[in-house]
Nanobody, 123 residues
């Protein structure tokens, strides 16, 4: 069982930065691939980023490449999403999720989910 708690969301102007954190409980955090998803109002939840167990492999959706970075610190049981040059279209609730596999962009492949953190980017 893994419990996930996101933090770091907020209101930021376009071009600004935020760093989201996702703290995980449990001693098996390092055995999970981790992902970030987001859901904007009226839209389906979409994949943003994924990172492998040891952090050596990452994947990003095209719309955030060059702006977002995913990383993890297994000693702290935490995964991060650094978001730079934010755009109004990045406004969404951001969720972290854990999966036994790495790299899936399908939300149903993830077993555990956090409650989400709101990111709002003003123009």
């Amino acid at each position: 069982q893994v419990q996930l708690v996101e933090s770091g969301g907020g209101l930021v102007q376009a071009g600004g930065s935020l760093r989201l954190s996702c703290a995980a409980s449990g001693r098996t955090f390092a055995s999970y691939g981790m992902g970030w998803f987001r859901q904007a109002p009226g839209k389906e939840r979409e994949f943003v980023a994924a990172i492998s167990w040891g952090g050596g492999s990452t994947a990003l959706t095209d719309s955030v490449k060059g702006r977002f970075t995913i990383s993890r610190d297994n000693a702290k049981n935490t995964v991060y999403l650094q978001m730079n040059n934010l755009k109004p279209e990045d406004t969404a609730v951001y969720y972290c999720a854990a999966a036994r596999s790495y790299g899936s962009r399908r939300d149903h492949d993830y077993s555990y989910w956090g409650q989400g953190t709101q990111v709002t980017v003003s123009s």
